[in-house]
């Protein structure tokens, strides 16, 4: 299946039942087959006149207690913000795909993570976190669309997918496994379905009080996140044991890496790549003890340089930190990676014949 249909896919079997949206490339195929199937399951599709109405019928797809996504790409991302801040602060669980483009403004349709800053800041006001999955093959977007509807009930928070136009249309073999259980959620008892036989819910973010009561809901808000990044961290290791050269990449650059960790080490350079799955939790702890092994650390990301800040502050100056780049819709070639870490470990290519 190509990734943008098998994400939609995934989220049917996942429970989603709501699913509002506008479109624009490269994400309008997973709307697409949400209008085809959503219904067919009994769900309900709506198809948005714009980014900020869908965000708010999501909002309110949540509050009834609903498994509900959305999507979209880059530019028109940035309209569902201010309604992510709002949901994050009344706790509403709930899942928003990004396939981000080129950009910064309209941009273009080639991939870019340039959208890293916006998803791991949350993108809105008021310094809310979302949970964010960067998956880097159509399985793995399959799996972790399953589970980003768990961590959304299960921390009653916001979760994003970013994804971008290459693996959007990849197309792959994939295995869809069975949803988790849900008997280890707790109760939707805040949910606005009715209040007949009990006291109405009132889903408030009480910002509208005083200072004192803004800043318990806020310390409230920061014990979770705290927990969340204890506790959901996740990442992949590749040849780390003995590297000299450590790669750090996320997404569709970790697939290129990948490929070139491999052929440098049939080379015999020790080289190995960490791969961040959640952007945020960032895995800072791991990266840390890494670079205390290493000489260099080498981040590997399409865009001007984002995922580099959260890398060198991990790091803290135990090793140099470079920067191989590339953006606005263009990605770095295999060879391009394996030039770089030569030169950073040193090593000469290969003579061939």
Aim: net charge negative; aromatic share 6%.
């Amino acid at each position: 299946m190509h990734c943008n249909e098998a994400l939609a896919e995934a989220a049917i079997r996942a429970g989603c039942t709501f699913y509002a949206g506008y479109p624009i490339t490269p994400h309008t195929e997973i709307m697409e087959y949400m209008a085809a199937n959503l219904p067919a399951v009994g769900g309900s599709f709506v198809f948005a006149e714009q980014e900020v109405a869908g965000a708010n019928m999501i909002y309110g797809a949540a509050a009834a207690g609903a498994r509900c996504m959305t999507s979209s790409s880059s530019t028109a991302f940035d309209l569902f913000m201010e309604v992510m801040s709002t949901i994050a602060t009344v706790e509403l669980p709930s899942v928003w795909v990004n396939v981000s483009r080129g950009g910064p403004g309209f941009g273009n349709l080639g991939p870019s993570q340039g959208d890293y800053h916006q998803a791991t800041r949350g993108g809105g006001h008021g310094g809310y976190r979302c949970i964010v999955l960067a998956p880097s093959s159509t399985q793995e977007t399959v799996d972790l669309t399953m589970d980003a509807f768990h961590l959304a009930d299960k921390w009653r928070n916001p979760v994003v997918i970013l994804t971008d136009a290459s693996l959007a249309q990849t197309k792959e073999t994939v295995v869809f496994g069975e949803p988790h259980s849900t008997d280890d959620l707790p109760p939707k008892t805040w949910a606005l379905t009715g209040n007949a036989g009990r006291e109405p819910n009132k889903l408030s973010m009480d910002s509208l009080g005083p200072p004192a009561v803004q800043e318990r809901l806020n310390q409230r808000l920061l014990e979770k996140w705290t927990a969340i990044g204890e506790q959901e961290c996740r990442w992949e290791e590749v040849e780390t044991d003995d590297a000299e050269v450590l790669i750090v990449a996320f997404g569709i650059a970790a697939r290129l890496a990948k490929r070139s960790v491999q052929l440098l080490r049939a080379e015999g350079v020790k080289v190995g790549m960490l791969r961040p799955i959640t952007l945020w939790p960032f895995p800072t702890e791991r990266i840390r003890e890494l670079s205390e092994r290493v000489e260099v650390v080498l981040d590997v990301e399409l865009s001007q340089g984002q995922m580099v800040e959260d890398v060198r502050l991990a790091v803290e100056g135990r090793a140099p930190v470079d920067l191989l780049n590339r953006f606005g819709g263009m990605m770095p070639s295999p060879e391009e990676i394996e030039t770089r870490v030569r030169s950073l470990a040193r090593r000469p290519a290969p003579v061939l014949g």
